[in-house]
């Protein structure tokens, strides 16, 4: 069993769950460890109830897990909530002043902080939360100064005063515990090399500005925020234009335009906004205008839940917009590769001259988690394609801007270049960009510019590697998943291990393209398949068989708005491996 | 940009011709306002490969493709917003929308509001004739009061929407009232549209042969009257300006309503853009040095 530890702190949005939470995330992560973190949260900016569970070990975390170490309760409700979450070896630390104990398992210990004498009866909400914390890294077996360095550089600007008082009333905590509570049972090491912690939307925005993105635009929409919020703080320094438009209408029509000019584009939103944009993404398909589009996947339908999470877009991905035309579609597995993918679809789509889309979820967008920083490797390979940006003669005018080549790409010039002048047009249109939509409808003409736009679908497919299996190759059964549902596929894989159950994965990353005949010549040799998705009608599962007729002996399948958590798939994997349930729909035991 | 002294030649007429001719009714008022486009480019000598004309979805919405510029031909309502994101990647371009008063005033609403706002540097030609023509004659947001058509067979009951006082309350710095029948004066506006840096917005009276039988040429010929002939308005004046939008009836107004020299375009705000050429030309690695400040703010 990995040695991974759990803290979970839970309180009322507005009473400061984020900092300790981010105060934690910072000194694992200096001291090497790795973490994965989930904030399960309601739509309200004060009250409520939010709970954030962080996850550490020495190895890589691929998932929030099952069970809580540490719990954090700043309120009575939280306690009263989570305690029953908590086994043999756990503790709560609290304020012994505000929050009374419950009834809990044998051999958890509850450690009481008395939080009024500890702060002189200081009233800073900010203090109190930090005697939690500081007491916990006494029962981590971390020393104090991980803290009193976090607590410096946070404080620094309000003045050395402020400084010694947070760290003087933090020491009081550390020591208190370390006299009154007993220390977990393994400490957590020290490492090596520092990570870096970020979120999978910040990993998205930096994916992009390493891709070469100049336009980023977008209208803010949970859970998609995240990427606007770094682009636009960062964009004077990497040279990104950051706009905030009206609608989502206007966010894809301006982000083409943009495109259209010359740069590369992007923007994100979730299901909502994106439902907006599909029309525009047909004109990106129609004029052959790159654009990349990222959807981060809330529960839905309509405004849905909009803290929670859901796989449930995958069918507006693949429907989005009338008419037939050439998309590209990726799911990104985790929070790494949410910034690995933006510059391969960039890539793609300029090569293509077509929609990209990438597919996330709350999980992924507003997970946390450590990456190896020499990962987030900003040197990365950059093909525009066929693109003309100046031209050394003004004699061309031959130019066509849709040329019928066998590949489908047609070389791009843009605005500005001297005799290449022509119109990108919606409606259907010639080689030369003229119109056989009104006045010159033209059967013949109309199929071999559908023919040319959809033979490019070919060459993406050629352009993107084939899903490929991990774990062992002969395997009681295959786990199938996509996207998000990675990491905690993969602890399920190793627990089932731990069990006696072999159990490797097919994890898809592109969905379009699928490579259908590579994923049923894997699964064909398969003892057993299971597909795994976080939404209620099977999405991929559908997808799948439309695609390679191929359905599978079982599945597991969530739609509470909360991710899975490892035993969700262990114990149905189990389950359905045992008898004759076919469909497993596992119930989420912590509500927010 | 590879813009070389022999690629630049004396701009005219023909240079402008698009690849076909257009196909609107005999008689409809785009011809005219695309001819006083064309006029004015050559007027001013602009190169026909630095300019972009855009357009939405509708007959006027055609236009870009009958003159020799580039030309994007987008969605319905939409033009507004392409055309921003064309001018923030490259805001070296001349940027023209044209469409009609469906795209611009109704589906294409909220981009006109918001455009204005923002002063993109933008000139956007609104060809209206109070009524959708290519969907064959239904109720435009600028159809008057009473107005019979195939979607109002009783008569338009709703008020029709006032481009003019809307472009001057939503903060477009330069409004000015075209009529296609008025050719000189038409291309002059759209010269000084041109050439003004912000969002310049020109409502042109260009009357549908086809389906609108009320606002015909005769009836706007007894009406139009030109502000540059009353020595005492002044388009510096917002109030006398918004109150000018009001007049409508036995006489309608034509010419610059208001302007104003005063505000920056949104380009001119953004400090992207100060330096470094337009977007679109640039290098699209970001400084090792600054990487490594994105990542270290990570650890």
Sequence with gaps: MKHTFAVSIGGAAGQGVATPGNIFARIFARRGLHLNAYNAYQSIIRGGHTFLTIRTGPERVTSFGDKIDLLIPLNQDTMDRHLALLGRGAAVVYNGDAVKPGAAADGVQFCPLPVSELTHNSRNKVEQNTLAVSAALSMMGIGFQPLADVLTHQFKKKGDAVVAENVEVARSAYDYATGHFQAFARPLPMTGNPNAVLTGNMALAMGGAAAGVKFYCAYPMSPSTGVLHWMAAHARKAGIMVRQVEDEIGVINMAIGAAHAGVRAMCATSGGGFALMSEGLGMSAMIETPIVVIDVQRAGPSTGVPTKTEQGDLWQMLGAGHGDYPRIIAAPTDILDCFKVIPEIHNLADRFQCPGIVLTDLLLSEGTASVDPADLDFNVEIDRGDLITSASTNGANGYKRYLFTESGISPRAIPGVPGHTHTAATDEHMEDGVLISDEFTDPVKRRAMMEKRQRKMAGIEAAVKPPALTGPTDADVTLIGWGSTNGVIQEAREILAEEGITANQLQIRWMVPLHGDAVVEILKRSRRTILIENNYSGQFARYLRSETSFVPDGYIRKYDGEPFMPHHIVDAVKEQLAGSITMSVPMHEITV | ?299
């Excluded at chain 2, 939409?78 to 940027?95: C, D, I, M, S, W």
């Excluded at chain 2, 008020?159 to 002059?188: K, Y």
């Excluded at chain 2, 918004?242 to 034509?254: H, T």
Aim: one cysteine or more.
């Design chain 2, 1 to 299: 940009m590879a813009t070389t002294a022999p690629l630049f030649k004396q701009v005219t007429l023909p240079d402008l011709k698009g690849k076909v001719d257009p196909d609107w009714c005999p008689g409809c008022g785009d011809f005219g306002v695309l001819a006083a486009f064309e006029k004015a480019l050559v007027d001013l000598q602009i190169q026909p490969h630095n300019v972009v004309t855009i357009s939405g979805i509708g007959c006027s919405s055609n236009l870009p493709g009958y003159v020799n510029t580039y030309g994007m031909h987008t969605l319905h309502g939409r033009a507004l917003a392409v055309a921003t994101g064309v001018k923030l990647a490259n805001h070296e371009l001349t940027v023209v929308v044209t469409g009609g008063d469906g795209d611009g005033f109704g589906i294409g609403g909220n981009h006109f509001i918001h455009t204005m706002r923002r002063n993109v540097d933008l000139l956007y030609l609104a060809m209206d004739n109070q009524i959708y023509g290519l969907t064959t004659g239904q109720t435009s947001p600028t159809s008057q009061v009473g107005m019979k058509t195939k979607s109002a067979p009783f008569g338009n009951v709703e008020p029709p929407v006032n481009p003019i006082a809307l472009a001057i309350a939503a903060g477009a710095t330069f409004v000015a009232r075209g009529f296609s029948g008025e050719q000189r004066h038409l291309t002059e506006l759209i010269k000084q549209g041109l050439q003004h840096k912000g969002f310049a917005f020109i409502d042109v009276f260009s009357p549908c042969v086809t389906y609108n039988h009320d606002n015909t040429y005769p009836w706007f010929k007894q009406r139009v009257k030109k502000l540059e002939d009353d020595t005492s308005y002044n388009p510096a004046n917002w109030l006398m300006a918004m109150e000018k939008s009001q007049v409508w009836g036995d006489v309608i107004p034509i010419g610059k309503f208001f302007q104003r020299a005063d505000r920056p375009s949104l380009e001119q705000c953004e400090p992207v853009l100060d330096e470094g050429g337009p977007l679109s030309h640039r290098d699209l690695h970001i400084p090792a040095e600054t990487v490594k400040e994105f990542i270290t703010e990570l650890m």
